[in-house]
């Protein structure tokens, strides 16, 4: 930014000039961070993409926040927290000095009542209202001090009030003042304050001086929208950019991995791609048959082979980020074609017309034909239905699809994978596309459990069902890789599919 | 001239209508809508059937074309259903950077492809004329795609000369030339190939006339015949691509918007498509059709300068 902007944005902040003076002397300390596609919608009501919850992460803070090299929950806004010994009553001590971005007052207990029941009310029209499910209300005793009831207990409940999607908080008196056009004018209390949003090329946040867990050492953060990756590792090499988001291309990794300079970083993901078989129709109502699909999918191949082992094999559908996650006796499917076509013919569907639908972004649109490839091979007439995005989401929401390649990203909560591919309440228009139902009384016993290792094993019980019942063929647990320039410093890489430079530096800028 | 004025804003008006009633019922007979793309993953029918509502999707169709027909009129096209931002706004701010990559592009294709042609005409069957029509082959031949990548490895990675990001938010003119120097030279070359090709042609389909056989005749030197009596013949045919080109750059330019990171009018209708954000495609549609209608009656005007047998019309 020059020095217009960093002018500009300082008179937004309504800052006076004994802040602006030592920040222009020293000079702007920007940090250039690649996007593959633009934003659209920063309101955490509803909220959707990466890239949008990426830019969201740096202007809003939750009650308590994964810690993004641990995923153990820990506080934000809330200093403290106690939960009643029945476990449905969860009492929220905040932070005290806790101000909104650009002059909309201090955060009270308030304006987190005011975003919770924002979020639960139908008119609103949040996608994240089911996350909210067990919350029958949200008190505020006082400014400091939030009590949320749950209509039963839940020892998994922080996981919902994560800094991510719902769990952001919101100003009531932003919210409201601002109407219609919130969705791209956020006021939040994060580390960053949103400046201006040039469709199609870049969205530009400001540091906040006044962040309660204190400044960062950048001045201003600019998300750059650079779609193709060749194109984007250039400008890193070039030092126009400084922190490549979203990369992917098994191409470009090798590229940056022997570049001067670059630090190519790479973590295990939340997130599984899956294939999900329809469990009401033809022969894929026959558990041995969705067995026999297991068996002859090569998916060492296709991590090896298609993704250049730039993904990992999936045991099931949660990855090894989650704190539940457990291989413990969950059933395992090798690579037997001669095993699958003998439960085929044991069911007998030795061949069958089978179709699987998916989405026409890469690398989804190509993977599924080798996977098509191998179930050919046992007899099964196999075929991939590639379709727009738009049209995909119709076929799979309306449910009328024999299989579906379904990804599922969000936080480190089990709930997050389980819920939405197993349990009823995700039924099409939701996710369930095999119209799954015998996960939900475990779903429920989990919640109820009353500690970390009850929960352990309630959700170890479920995988393990889940996966000998296999409505849902986990095809691979992905992977990320995030690569930054030789000037960046403290760089934390999370597990959520998002980008967040909070505690970056910028080391001789 | 009045009659003639009004014509033209008459005909305009005429065509955008048509124009937008058709992306308005295209839009909506596609599969999937605003409301399933924003819910996605989290749809629940309740949550699906409000956010319906909300949008004004569970109107009749015809119902919506009224609704959208009467805000139109009045000018409001409607806010984007994504971002709750007004989409006239997004549409004009994705304008500049189109027209200055379609004005710069042109602009190079028209500086090496006239010329080139005509060298390549008057010296018919030589060296040159080869080596030209070979280049113009390479230029159609290359997809942008892959010739922004090797102009970026070369230019900008390998030599260091330009910005490999083909665009920036940043205030300063310099600084904005510097970024689309790149992005406009592989456009500007894959159109100047066509111009060079079609000016060639032009050039001896004319030099092969009989009042250049006269002129000859009569010893007008060969300078004053090519660039001025049978140039002149000659640009009409290359003012029509030339147009027609510029037009199509406005709108088709995503693949060299996409390699060079520019945003771009292509690019943010493509966006709203697969978003199903019918506003922003209606107001995108409106606004580059316009432009085309506008351009073209520029045209119009300007064949009749250079071609006085169109005047008496």
Redesign the interface.
Known sequence: MGRRGMLAAGAGLGLGGAFGSPVLAQGARTLRVRFGADVSQLDPARIFQNENQSVASHIYSGLVQYDQATNAIVPDLAASHEVSADGTAWTFRLRPGVTWHKNFGALTSDDVKFSLDRVLDPATGSLYRGQLASVREVQAPDPMTVRIVLNEANSGFLHKLCAFNQGWIVSRRAVTEIGERYSMNPIGTGPFVFDRWTPGSDVRLTANPDYFAGASTLTDVVFRIVRDETAAAIALENRELDVFYALQSPDVIERLRRAGGVTVLDRPANNTVNLVLNTTVGPLRDVRVRRAMAHAMNRKALVDGFFRGTKFEATSVLTSTFQEFTEEDVPRYAFDPARARALLREAGAPNFRFEITTVGLNPFDRFPVALANDLQQVGIQATVRVLERGAYVQARSSGNVQSCVTAVVGPPDPDSPLVTLYHTRSHPPGLNTSRYDRADDLLAEAARAPDLVARKAAYARLLRQTMEDLPVIPLYADRLFIAHGPTVQGFVQNSLFTVNVSPVSLRGA | MVGHVARCVGQLAVALLGIVTVAFFLMRA????PA?????????????A??RA?LGLDLPVWQQYGVFLLRAVQGDLG?SV????PALR?IL??VP?SAALAVAGMAIAVVFGVPLGIIAAVRQGSAVDVGVMLLALGGISFPV?WV??VA??TF??AL?LF???G?T????FWKGLHHLALPALVLGLSVAAYIARLTRSAMLEVLGQDHIRVARAMGVPERRIVWKLALRNALIPVLAVIGVTFAWSLGNAILVE???????LG??IL?AI???DYQLVQAGVLVLAAAVVLLNTALDLLYATIDPRLRQR
Do not use: C, N, Q, W
């Open positions: 596609i599969p999937g809508d399933l793309y924003m819910l996605g993953d989290f749809a629940t029918t309740e949550a699906l409000a956010l909300r806010t994504v971002t709750g931002e997004e701010a994705s950077p795609f922004g990548i970026i490895l900008s990675h260091g910005p490999a990001l665009a938010s940043e205030p300063g996409a390699v060079f990171s520019r945003p771009g690019s943010t966006k697969l978003a199903r």
